[in-house]
């Protein structure tokens, strides 16, 4: 059975940080891109982040560029996202997902999500 588990979540004020880590079991992550998607109350799940499988290739959405790392260790399994110099409007559910499907790296479609999230709380 596949399960991602993310976790690293939390309350923080604006301009601080947090590490959010996403732990992959059932499957291994090596073969696959992985991607870090968030969903604030009452809007769609929008991209953040991708990697490539080997961790030499990112991307990024406009709005967390320049403030969020993704990084990735295969030999544990996980992908991480390091956030920082956070604001308000990063306040969202953060999933991590495997790309699968055909249609583009930004698009949610193209993922499979098979954890809960964590929750991103930024105080203003």
């Known amino acids: 059975q596949v399960q991602l588990v993310e976790s690293g979540g939390g309350l923080v004020q604006a301009g601080g940080s947090l590490r959010l880590s996403c732990v992959a079991s059932g499957r291994i992550i090596s073969s696959y891109v992985m991607g870090w998607f968030r969903q604030a109350p009452g809007k769609e799940r929008e991209f953040v982040a991708t990697?490539?499988?080997?961790?030499?290739?990112?991307y990024y959405a406009d709005s967390v560029n320049g403030r969020f790392t993704v990084s990735r260790d295969n030999a544990k399994n996980t992908v991480y996202l390091q956030m920082s110099s956070l604001k308000p409007d990063d306040t969202a559910v953060y999933y991590c997902?495997?790309?699968?499907?055909?249609?583009?790296?930004?698009?949610?479609?193209?993922?499979?999500?098979w954890g809960q999230g964590t929750q991103v709380t930024v105080s203003s």
């Open positions: 990697i490539s499988s080997g961790g030499a290739s990112t």
């Open positions: 997902g495997f790309y699968t499907r055909s249609g583009g790296r930004t698009a949610m479609a193209a993922y499979d999500f």
